[in-house]
């Protein structure tokens, strides 16, 4: 069964600071990955995914990740934070040979402090 | 407009009582989705429904039906709500030309409360 793990459920950092974030995957087949933001009061949006391409992956926002087969991690990072960057954050893992649905992390909460 | 709508936004009810949540979209796919979202325990899958005369339960699906009414409407049931389903509840869709990657739409999500 796949699964992903998200390290640390609360990460803060000040406006400007790097952001990272952490995912783990287990996947017995060659996974797709994905990182998803919710802002407060709203639905999940899409930041990136990772489909077999370009290992290194950049999304909206100015936020990337890595998809490192070797470490079974898909970290998401942005450079420099910003105070509209705040938000829930989770990675999802989907088993495209199965079809089924994206299975999700229990997301990362990222404050941005002043 | 949005192009995963549910309905109703917000509903506090009591328990025993029978409620429905609705779901609707304009996006054309054939592939729906009920995910609950709990704090700490990020989104758990209910039902999905790949086209309308197929179901398949999720992870969680103990307490919830479903009904696929037509290719764009895709409702949830609480049959007796309980205390413990007092949760946030997403409606999601996917396109079959793209769902061989898992992407997802979200609606804005329901969200409910069980006295």
């Known amino acids: 069964a796949q699964s992903v793990t998200q390290l640390g459920s609360h990460v803060s950092v000040s406006e400007g600071a790097l952001v990272l974030l952490r995912c783990n995957y287990s996947?017995?087949?060659?996974?797709?990955l994905f990182w998803y933001v919710q802002y407060p009061n709203q639905g999940l949006q899409l930041l990136l995914k990772y489909t077999s391409a370009a290992t290194l992956v950049k999304g909206i926002n100015g936020f990337e990740a890595e998809f490192k087969k070797s470490e079974t991690s898909f970290h998401l990072t942005k450079p420099s934070a910003h105070m509209s960057d705040a938000a829930e954050y989770f990675c999802a893992v989907s088993d495209n040979q199965a079809g089924t649905a994206l299975i999700f992390g229990k997301g990362t909460t990222l404050s941005v402090s002043s | 407009d949005a192009d995963v709508t549910q309905t109703p936004r917000n509903r506090i009810t009591k328990t025993g009582k029978r409620i429905m949540l609705e779901c609707s979209q304009t996006k054309g796919h054939d592939r729906m989705y009920w995910y609950r979202q709990d704090p700490g325990l990020g989104l758990r899958l209910i039902y999905y429904?790949?086209?309308?005369?197929?179901?398949n339960k999720g992870e969680i699906s103990d307490g919830y039906s479903v009904s696929r009414q037509a290719q764009a409407k895709f409702s949830l049931s609480l049959e007796s709500a309980i205390p413990n389903q007092t949760a946030l509840y997403f409606c999601a869709t996917s396109d079959p030309s793209t769902s061989a990657t898992g992407e997802l739409f979200f609606g804005e999500g329901s969200r409910l409360t069980v006295l």
């Open positions: 429904s790949f086209d309308v005369k197929d179901i």
């Open positions: 996947s017995s087949v060659p996974p797709y």
